[in-house]
């Protein structure tokens, strides 16, 4: 759930952890043709009952065996939630705005839910070898450049939806 940089990059890293099947759930055709890249097998472009209905048609009734929540909204988690198998669990990383769970929906369906700030440094070891060998390329989801006498713009255009993230030069380069 979700198209942004944190999105993105849990396709990346579901694709790096061997997941055999991601679906992102974009409508945004620039940042669908970049999780294909990153290793999107599914883009499901319809949202909340809609988009339950599609992902269950596309596992044969049954939900996705994991599903990674990054946007932080009650409708975002509600899906997450609805799509996942019984047995599963939703992971969720988006900040929460206004997040309302249902712990017995969770308990008659078995899905658990976990989540929190991801431990950065734990994985810095192991995925710096990669980004250094060219195996990984986050930087792709830098799709606007400003300075810091621009910073303010690069905010807007990343609210408004017109920039994944934005990358600040600072001095000469």
Request: aromatic residues 4%.
């Amino acid at each position: 759930m979700g198209d942004g940089a944190v999105g993105l990059s849990a396709v990346l890293a579901a694709k790096r952890l061997g997941a055999a099947r991601i679906i992102a759930l974009s409508r945004n055709p620039a940042r669908q043709a970049l999780a294909r890249t990153f290793g999107a097998t599914d883009i499901v472009e319809e949202r909340g009952n809609d988009a339950v209905e599609v992902v269950r048609e596309m596992t044969g009734g049954i939900g996705v065996d994991a599903a990674l929540e990054c946007v932080g909204t009650n409708d975002s988690i509600t899906t997450a939630m609805a799509i996942a198998r019984p047995g599963s669990t939703v992971g969720y990383v988006g900040v929460p705005h206004d997040v309302e769970l249902s712990v017995p929906g969770m308990f008659y369906r078995n899905v658990g839910i976990q989540g929190g700030p991801a431990p950065v440094r734990a994985y810095i070891p192991e995925l710096l070898d990669d980004v250094l060998a060219g195996r990984i390329n986050l930087g792709l989801v830098f799709d606007y450049e400003t300075d810091l006498d621009h910073i303010a713009e690069a905010y807007g255009a990343m609210d408004e939806r017109r920039a994944i993230k934005s990358l600040v030069r600072v001095g000469a380069v």
